[in-house]
């Protein structure tokens, strides 16, 4: 019978109950900040080596602990830092009078085990203080996923450049097949670059071949060097922290940024946990990524996500990866790129901290393309995401990178984008695209809007490409040949900056003038309120520019178009009536002057006429007097009910608010309310009239239900409420006698 209960049959349909959620289970590191079987901190240094590492002799130690032992922990400040008890530390991080570079250096001493007990100490809402102070770039951004299932190089092109207008200093792209990668990372290398330039690129593919790209200039970063927290998971995947080395300097000995890829939940779903917890295994992850010499982590709910999530206390374990980063001062690349919920709820619950404590990437990978289209798998956020993400970062005044796009800026991008790809590939031989195809691209929200195409197109192209090792110089040179100048000279820059090396300091981008901001050139100097980063008056209005933003002009329009359906004449003072038949309705001071249409989409004049005829089915007569001293409906309605010969009154909003008053009550007292005026129908303003009648004649009447609803009515309609309040507040007249008027039609 309890599984019947109608509350229980409407919670079972809720998409929270689509999520999988597990009892913890240490045995199979379901667990997710701390398991009786984490090693307990230890470090042992004999003759400036390590000897001992969280409980294992060096005889013990794995491939893991001997690449930490050997090149992660500062040894310098190894005995100090170790020293300390964890709630010190703890509170070290999270106070805003304890300098960052302070808290980095001692943490450069700890151990995996030391830090994971650290950090699990704190509170989320303590997390997020120490992110404020821990995150090392100052400014915050945000990367973004542009992927198609048709790997269509105009769709990646145009999808880059609407992702850099929205304001993505990163964008990642991916293929679902393999030899389409370097026709993607061509065509993502010019869209990052149309309309808004500095934006780097990167193809998520197999290692060598993402190198072997990146060393031809196609692409200017790489993330996907994945790291892991026990040795048989490195052994499943051919690999070791030392072949991760030689790739690290492999990508920065020629010029291109790279950070590795971890995140809680893998060792999780290779089977291979150690029965250890989530967060210890990801701290010996953050613990190699500095000794490999990475200049960041993407973690904080990557692909292992939905496993970290299954378990008690996952999104802060998961919050807790983002800070560990931070405080091995690396750069934060906050994960949010895996769908971690089907409830909208507790997928913005995992984002929300991170963006309002700030990271050096906000998401490390948006889905800024729909949800089908998305390579990597879904995003936390996807394209059909951007508004309630703009709207977010408007509502906390929070910087999470982006900013609003209007429909001709991205129209003109998109276009753009396409067609410079267009024109490289039928310049370079690759292929030839119709321009009914680049209008088709421009027009579409995702790969499912274009025609399948011809199969074989863009996996010849990219042979191509690879067949001729083409690089970035053939690009430009393309490019310039094309007439595409702007596109080209960005592109000559971003190469060029590869040969300076800044953009290879720890958290580094480039703004739009390639200027670099990073740990080095826009430090994080929070220490406490009033200090960090803060919005400009610029940025702050930027964020507030959303595109549902409408002045009051603009919520107020429509009364214009039923401006004068109704006159309102004065008749004289109103007086007291004697007709114990006759009801007021008393009308507010905007009412026929200048509010002319109810928020339910009924004209004034209508609802008038309604609730008249409402009193005369009941056989009563309807006086009408505006009250101009005040906009209160409850103070309307009583003087209304006051002048009226039976000692009823109606009181009437233009907006459409309405009650019904007797004379002897309190202001507030009334008999019947119309509170939710978006929801009234002519019928139900009818039956008020009715009621109010019926009141007059000394009946008890039943009270009309107005349904009800689900909708947020205060969210559809407060905003266009309050423009017509404002309406009503001007045509006040304190301290005015009512007046009986009469309405008239023209």
């Given at each position: 019978?309890?599984?019947e209960?109608?509350?229980?049959?409407?919670?079972?349909?809720?998409?929270?109950?689509?999520?999988?959620?597990?009892?913890?289970?240490?045995?199979?590191?379901?667990?997710?900040?701390?398991?009786?079987h984490?090693?307990?901190?230890?470090?042992?240094?004999?003759?400036?080596?390590?000897?001992?590492?969280?409980?294992?002799?060096?005889?013990?130690?794995?491939?893991?602990?001997?690449?930490?032992?050997?090149?992660?922990?500062?040894?310098?400040?190894?005995?100090?830092?170790?020293?300390?008890?964890?709630?010190?530390?703890?509170?070290?991080?999270?106070?805003?009078?304890?300098?960052?570079?302070?808290?980095?250096?001692?943490?450069?001493?700890?151990?995996?085990?030391?830090?994971?007990?650290?950090?699990?100490?704190?509170?989320?809402?303590?997390?997020?203080?120490?992110?404020?102070?821990?995150?090392?770039?100052?400014?915050?951004?945000?990367?973004?996923?542009?992927?198609?299932?048709?790997?269509?190089?105009?769709?990646?092109?145009a999808?880059?450049?609407?992702?850099?207008?929205?304001?993505?200093?990163?964008?990642?792209?991916?293929?679902?097949v393999?030899?389409?990668?370097?026709?993607?990372?061509?065509?993502?290398?010019?869209?990052?670059?149309?309309?808004?330039?500095?934006?780097?690129?990167?193809?998520?593919?197999?290692e060598?071949?993402?190198?072997?790209?990146?060393?031809?200039?196609l692409?200017?970063?790489?993330?996907?060097?994945?790291?892991?927290?026990?040795?048989?998971?490195?052994?499943?995947?051919?690999?070791?922290?030392f072949?991760?080395?030689?790739?690290?300097?492999?990508?920065a000995?020629?010029?291109?940024?790279?950070?590795?890829?971890?995140?809680?939940?893998?060792?999780?779903?290779?089977?291979?946990?150690e029965?250890?917890?989530?967060?210890?295994?990801?701290?010996?992850?953050?613990?190699?990524?500095?000794a490999?010499?990475?200049?960041?982590?993407?973690?904080?709910?990557?692909?292992?996500?939905?496993?970290?999530?299954?378990?008690?206390?996952g999104?802060?374990?998961l919050?807790?990866?983002?800070?560990?980063?931070?405080?091995?001062?690396?750069?934060?690349?906050?994960?949010?790129?895996?769908?971690?919920?089907?409830?909208?709820?507790?997928?913005?619950?995992?984002?929300?901290?991170?963006?309002?404590?700030?990271?050096?990437?906000?998401?490390?990978?948006?889905?800024?393309?729909?949800?089908?289209?998305?390579?990597?798998?879904?995003?936390?956020?996807?394209?059909?995401?951007?508004?309630?993400?703009?709207?977010?970062?408007?509502?906390?005044?929070?910087?999470?990178?982006?900013?609003?796009?209007?429909?001709?800026?991205?129209?003109?991008?998109?276009?753009?984008?396409?067609?410079?790809?267009?024109?490289?590939?039928?310049?370079?031989?690759?292929?030839?695209?119709?321009?009914?195809?680049?209008?088709?691209?421009?027009?579409?929200?995702?790969?499912?809007?274009?025609?399948?195409?011809?199969?074989?197109?863009?996996?010849?192209?990219?042979?191509?490409?690879?067949?001729?090792?083409l690089?970035?110089?053939?690009?430009?040179?393309?490019?310039?040949?094309?007439?595409?100048?702007?596109?080209?000279?960005?592109?000559?820059?971003?190469?060029?900056?590869?040969?300076?090396?800044?953009?290879?300091?720890?958290?580094?981008i480039?703004?739009?003038q390639?200027?670099v901001?990073?740990?080095?050139?826009?430090?994080?100097?929070?220490?406490?309120?009033?200090?960090?980063?803060?919005?400009?008056?610029?940025?702050?209005?930027?964020?507030?520019?959303?595109?549902?933003?409408?002045?009051?002009?603009?919520?107020?329009?429509?009364?214009?178009?039923?401006?004068?359906?109704?006159?309102?004449?004065?008749?004289?003072?109103a007086?007291?009536?004697?007709?114990?038949?006759?009801?007021?309705i008393?009308?507010?001071?905007?009412?026929?002057?200048?509010?002319?249409?109810?928020?339910?989409?009924?004209?004034i004049?209508?609802?008038?006429?309604?609730?008249?005829?409402?009193?005369?089915?009941?056989?009563?007569?309807a006086?009408?007097?505006?009250?101009?001293?005040?906009?209160?409906?409850?103070?309307?309605?009583?003087?209304?009910?006051?002048?009226?010969?039976?000692?009823?009154?109606?009181?009437?909003?233009?907006?459409?608010?309405?009650?019904?008053?007797?004379?002897?009550?309190?202001?507030?007292?009334?008999?019947?309310?119309?509170?939710?005026?978006?929801?009234?129908?002519?019928?139900?303003?009818?039956?008020?009239?009715?009621?109010?009648?019926?009141h007059?004649?000394?009946?008890?009447?039943?009270?009309?239900?107005?349904?009800?609803?689900?909708?947020?009515?205060?969210?559809?309609?407060?905003?266009?409420?309050?423009?017509?309040?404002?309406?009503?507040?001007?045509?006040?007249?304190?301290?005015?006698?009512?007046?009986?008027?009469?309405?008239?039609?023209?």
């Open positions: 019978m309890a599984d209960l109608g509350r229980f049959r409407v919670l079972n349909t809720k998409p929270v109950n689509l999520d999988g959620f597990s009892v913890p289970d240490p045995r199979l590191g379901l667990a997710a900040m701390r398991s009786p984490d090693p307990s901190p230890s470090l042992t240094i004999r003759d400036g080596e390590v000897v001992e590492l969280d409980g294992k002799g060096a005889g013990e130690f794995d491939v893991i602990d001997e690449f930490i032992a050997r090149y992660g922990i500062d040894l310098a400040v190894a005995e100090e830092a170790m020293a300390l008890d964890d709630v010190t530390l703890a509170r070290m991080a999270v106070d805003v009078n304890v300098p960052r570079a302070e808290v980095v250096r001692l943490i450069g001493g700890t151990t995996p085990a030391k830090l994971a007990r650290v950090i699990a100490l704190m509170s989320p809402v303590e997390m997020q203080m120490a992110m404020a102070k821990m995150r090392a770039r100052r400014t915050p951004s945000n990367q973004a996923h542009v992927t198609n299932q048709l790997d269509d190089p105009l769709l990646i092109a999808d880059a450049a609407s992702a850099v207008a929205y304001g993505f200093r990163e964008v990642e792209t991916t293929v679902p393999l030899g389409d990668a370097p026709s993607n990372a061509v065509a993502l290398l010019i869209g990052s670059q149309v309309g808004t330039p500095g934006a780097m690129a990167q193809c998520s593919i197999e060598a071949l993402e190198l072997r790209l990146g060393l031809r200039g692409t200017s970063y790489a993330e996907t060097i994945s790291i892991y927290g026990t040795e048989q998971v490195f052994v499943d995947g051919d690999d070791t922290p072949s991760k080395a030689i790739l690290t300097s492999a990508y000995s020629r010029g291109l940024k790279m950070r590795v890829t971890s995140g809680g939940g893998a060792e999780v779903l290779m089977g291979a946990a029965q250890c917890s989530i967060l210890y295994l990801e701290s010996r992850c953050v613990s190699l990524a500095r490999l010499g990475s200049q960041g982590v993407q973690n904080g709910g990557i692909d292992g996500v939905g496993v970290v999530a299954s378990v008690p206390e999104m802060k374990e919050l807790a990866e983002n800070l560990m980063v931070m405080m091995r001062d690396l750069e934060s690349c906050a994960g949010n790129d895996n769908l971690i919920s089907e409830s909208d709820i507790r997928r913005s619950a995992h984002t929300l901290p991170v963006l309002l404590a700030g990271a050096d990437f906000i998401f490390s990978g948006f889905g800024s393309i729909p949800r089908y289209d998305n390579a990597f798998a879904l995003s936390n956020f996807n394209s059909d995401d951007m508004d309630d993400f703009l709207v977010l970062q408007r509502d906390w005044g929070a910087d999470g990178g982006l900013r609003t796009v209007t429909p001709d800026r991205l129209e003109a991008v998109r276009r753009r984008a396409a067609t410079a790809v267009q024109a490289v590939y039928r310049d370079l031989g690759l292929a030839d695209y119709d321009d009914a195809h680049v209008d088709q691209v421009v027009a579409a929200n995702g790969s499912r809007d274009l025609p399948p195409g011809h199969p074989k197109m863009v996996a010849e192209a990219a042979a191509s490409i690879e067949a001729k090792q690089t970035v110089f053939d690009v430009i040179a393309s490019l310039h040949r094309t007439g595409f100048t702007d596109e080209a000279e960005a592109i000559t820059t971003l190469t060029r900056e590869r040969l300076k090396g800044d953009q290879l300091q720890t958290s580094a480039f703004d739009e390639f200027g901001l990073s740990k080095l050139t826009d430090p994080n100097d929070y220490t406490g309120p009033a200090t960090g980063y803060a919005l400009t008056d610029a940025r702050r209005a930027e964020i507030d520019a959303i595109r549902q933003a409408r002045t009051s002009a603009e919520l107020t329009a429509d009364q214009d178009e039923h401006h004068g359906h109704v006159t309102v004449v004065d008749v004289e003072p007086r007291q009536g004697s007709d114990p038949r006759e009801v007021c008393g009308l507010s001071p905007a009412w026929g002057r200048s509010v002319w249409l109810s928020l339910c989409g009924l004209t004049g209508e609802v008038l006429r309604q609730l008249a005829a409402g009193l005369e089915e009941e056989g009563c007569v006086r009408t007097v505006q009250v101009r001293s005040t906009i209160d409906v409850g103070l309307i309605g009583l003087t209304a009910a006051r002048l009226s010969g039976s000692g009823i009154g109606i009181g009437l909003q233009g907006k459409g608010t309405a009650l019904i008053h007797r004379r002897d009550l309190a202001p507030l007292a009334n008999l019947e309310l119309f509170s939710v005026a978006p929801l009234l129908t002519a019928k139900m303003y009818r039956e008020l009239g009715r009621n109010a009648a019926r007059a004649k000394g009946m008890a009447p039943v009270p009309i239900f107005t349904g009800g609803t689900d909708e947020s009515i205060s969210a559809r309609y407060h905003a266009r409420a309050v423009a017509l309040v404002a309406l009503e507040r001007q045509a006040c007249e304190p301290g005015t006698a009512p007046v009986t008027v009469k309405v008239e039609r023209p």
